[in-house]
């Protein structure tokens, strides 16, 4: 069973029981590996000989807070709506989501609150698999859509 801490504000009709599941739900698929079961980088081999993983953190903070981590550890002076700290298996690592900025990216995209934190989830559990969208030429966003889909994302 993976172990999802999850810590701060509640999230308007996504109790945290259902964070849970919702991220069990999106390792599963991915073959519950510390790194995706195959990629371009990865062999079925190596995806096969990835350490398990079986806990993950979630942080959910406000704006102020974010902009602050975005700073530190991205040299970036502004907020922006997910970071993720991959860790060492078992320990996939920690997500930290600003809720004021899912919020008013759920605005801009007509759903709801829950719907915006679950893809920031999703995003999140992928960059701690050892994805990056910023330099993998489209595999993490390709990926992000597939697995959207699996796990009843529009």
Same mark, same amino acid.
Do not use: C
């Given at each position: ?32 590996? +510390? ?8 062999? *079925? *081999?190596?995806?096969?000989? *990835? ?5 993950? +953190? /979630? ?52 759903? +709801? ?11 999140? /559990? ?15 966003? *390709? ?12």
């Amino acid at each position: 069973m993976i172990n999802v801490e999850v810590t701060g504000p509640a999230v308007p009709r996504f109790p945290r029981r259902e964070i849970g599941d919702f991220v069990r739900a999106v390792l599963q698929w991915s073959g519950g590996r +510390s790194r995706p079961p195959v990629s371009r980088k990865r062999s *079925a *081999a190596e995806a096969a000989a *990835a350490p398990q993983v079986d806990e993950v +953190s /979630i942080a959910f903070v406000d704006d102020a807070s974010m902009r602050s981590l975005n700073k530190k550890f991205r040299g970036k002076n502004k907020t922006t709506d997910v970071l993720t700290f991959p860790g060492e298996a078992p320990f996939l690592g920690d997500i930290v989501i600003s809720l004021d900025q899912a919020r008013r990216q759920a605005r801009d995209e007509r759903h +709801s609150l829950a719907t915006e934190v679950r893809y920031l989830i999703l995003h999140g /559990i992928l960059h701690a698999l050892g994805f990056d969208h910023e330099t993998d030429d489209g595999e993490m966003n *390709a990926l992000e859509m597939k697995m959207r889909a699996k796990v009843g994302l529009r």
